[in-house]
């Protein structure tokens, strides 16, 4: 856990090893394959803009698998935290709210919960980053994705 405090201006994460390193090789590979592919034309350059494109998506395609298994994470840990802290009638409710809703009300405190729920269902609050700003006491989550 860091000792610095995180909020909605500083809570976005960057994995150093994937926005830093495995996507710019990747991509660096791609942009170098086909420039010399279109210079030198043989099939086994074209093949290997193919190969570049298939690396290109292997990286990209792991991280949006992990992100979406996040998001289905956070998806039924709102949905429990939800049942925990709004009131009975508003159970029903819950199933309304989008992933990306749900993703957006995970900083906000159990105590301003309920309220930002009901702007969000409401639709006062409709994307995730209008949720995020309205939250006054960020709560922070350093194990993400």
């Keep these: 856990m860091s000792s610095k405090t995180q909020s909605y201006k500083n809570h976005t ?3 150093p090893f994937y ?3 495995a996507t710019p090789i990747a991509l ?4 170098i394959q086909v420039r010399h592919a279109y210079y030198h034309g043989t099939r086994y350059a074209w093949w290997n803009v193919v190969l570049a494109i298939g690396f290109f998506a292997i990286v ?7 992100l979406t298994v996040q998001d289905r994470v956070i998806r039924l840990e709102m949905r429990l935290k939800l049942r925990e802290l709004l009131p009975a009638p508003m159970h029903a409710d ?3 709210l989008t ?4 993703v957006g009300l995970r900083f906000a405190s159990d105590a301003e919960l309920p309220e ?7 639709g006062e609050l409709t994307e995730q980053k209008a949720i995020k700003a309205a939250i ?3 709560q922070a989550d350093w194990q993400r994705a």
Excluded: G, Y
């Design 99 to 102: 992933v990306r809703q749900l």
């Design 116 to 122: 930002l729920v009901q702007r969000v269902l409401k």
């Design 60 to 66: 990209t395609s792991a991280r949006l698998m992990a």
């Design 28 to 31: 660096l590979n791609l942009i």
């Design 136 to 138: 006054t006491d960020w």
């Design 13 to 15: 994460r960057w994995e």
């Design 19 to 21: 926005h830093f390193i």
């Design 94 to 96: 819950i199933n309304k």
